[in-house]
């Protein structure tokens, strides 16, 4: 498979923090990547790292199998929205666009800035200032900015944070139709539901470093094992005397269970539990109305490790 960014060992240091220390990651070409980490894990460095706006400290990267020293060579084919924007608030949207299009030599005509435009969702906002722009219409903008030039790799920095539901949908299905046309993507984000269901595979940052790196069905698959969590609403509520007879009865492996006011919290640590204790319940004449189990969420395994 054909890599378009190769990194590696790539540290960063400020001052007296390591920021990087050490990261190691290919994106293929046609995949979208997600880079995953809580806010100041360090996505942002990277970014600029690759984008040559920051030096790196030690290590290596290629883009385009262009060493980083050489990096000018390949810009071209580099679409860039950074996470913090230096937009030109007073400009109406469609000559700013304009403007950076003119800056990288983008060839289109007046029709084909509008159609950009309206590829971002920004349709009919051509001659708004930006300044009067809201939040998700000034990322939408910043992405119309990173395809010019027609990019092959797009190098996305928080493309939906802080968007409503209606916007990120959006954005997220403009990066499918990104991707569908070819194109390499990069994205970050600080929410990892919400980068797995857009990236091919995910790298999550966590202490300067990758701690996981897979396709998302891969990293559900190392949370198998761990611990697993659910709740029943039963009549009469299952109080956690009931919990502990039942378990000293049956011999059931509940890790943790505690009886609330509508229902009770249990914690196992294999899903072959669940039957069992759901039986031990019925069997003791307890009405059993709901098992819930917790979905899985990939950030409590990882992230906040
Ligand atoms: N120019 C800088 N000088 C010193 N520290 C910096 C600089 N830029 C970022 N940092 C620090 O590096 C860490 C990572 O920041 P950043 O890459 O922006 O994280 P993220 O994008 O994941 O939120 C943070 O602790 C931040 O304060
Ligand atoms: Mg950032």
Do not use: C
Not at 38 to 57: E, F, R
Not at 202 to 219: C, H, M, Q, R, Y
Not at 234 to 244: A, S, Y
């Amino acid at each position: 498979m054909e890599s378009i960014v190769q990194v590696k060992n790539l540290r960063k240091e400020y001052r007296n923090t390591d920021v990087l220390k050490g990261i190691n990651l290919t994106v293929n070409k046609g995949e979208v990547f997600g880079f995953v980490g809580h806010n100041g894990a360090g996505k942002s460095t990277l970014i600029h790292i690759l984008t040559g706006i920051v030096n790196k400290t030690s290590g290596s990267f290629t883009i385009f199998d262009m060493p980083d020293n050489e990096l000018n060579t390949v810009k071209r084919k580099m679409g860039v929205m950074p996470d913090i924007t230096n937009l030109y608030h007073n400009m109406k949207g469609y000559n700013f666009l304009k403007y950076m299009g003119e800056l990288t030599e983008d060839k289109r005509s007046k029709a084909g800035y509008t159609e950009l435009l309206k590829k971002v969702g920004l349709e009919g906002a051509e001659d708004q200032k930006i300044k009067s722009y809201s939040f998700g219409m000034k990322k939408k903008i910043s992405i119309a900015q990173a395809l010019l030039g027609d990019p092959e790799l797009i190098i996305l920095d928080e493309p939906t944070s802080g968007l409503d539901p209606e916007s990120a949908i959006y954005i997220r299905n403009l990066i499918s139709e990104l991707q569908k046309s070819g194109k390499t993507i990069f994205l970050t984000s600080h929410n990892l539901d919400e980068i797995e269901r857009i990236s091919d595979r995910v790298g999550i940052l966590s202490n300067g470093v990758i701690k996981k790196f897979g396709t998302p069905e891969e990293l559900k698959k190392v949370e198998e094992g761990s611990n697993i969590g659910f709740s029943v609403r039963t009549i009469p509520m299952l109080t956690t005397e009931k919990i502990e007879e039942l378990t000293n009865l049956h011999q059931l492996n509940i890790i943790f269970g505690e009886g609330r006011q509508t229902s009770a919290r249990l914690i196992v640590k294999s899903e072959e539990d669940i039957p069992k204790i759901t039986k031990a319940i019925v069997d003791s004449g307890i009405s059993l109305y709901e098992v819930k189990i917790d979905e899985k969420s990939l950030e409590d395994v990882f992230m906040n490790a």
